[in-house]
């Protein structure tokens, strides 16, 4: 039998997928792209976080469950779009890091989606190569 996180995951997992792709052609949205681990091509996800100086800082809600955490682990090599310019960088996963406090220090309307929604929050941080 599937637990309350399985199904949860499947349930916020399947609207992600019809949603990212709206997200995603938003001016103002912020998008995380990834190289596919298996495919090795683009893979673009919208994001919510903040830029502090030459870090960007974001919390995942499905930790080593979300694909784009996958991808980070096969290769780290990243770029974050940021205000419509995109930036190359390095993800850090951070799984030691208080990713609930994090929270408290990005932008609020992603933060509460993301602890109402997320089972296993892991905090990633992106150093923006400049």
Known sequence: MASKN???HRIVTAMQRRLNP???R???QQLLETVGR???QPRVTPIG???VGDEFWLVSEFGDRSQYVRNI???SKV???LGGRWYPGTAVLLPDDDARARLRQ???YNSTAVRAFGTDLLTIRVDLER
């Open 6 to 8: 399985d199904i949860q």
């Open 22 to 24: 709206i997200l995603g």
């Open 38 to 40: 298996v495919s090795g």
């Open 79 to 81: 770029r974050v779009r």
């Open 49 to 51: 976080g903040r830029r």
């Open 106 to 108: 990005l932008p609020r």
């Open 26 to 28: 938003l001016p103002g």
């Open 73 to 75: 682990k096969a290769d």
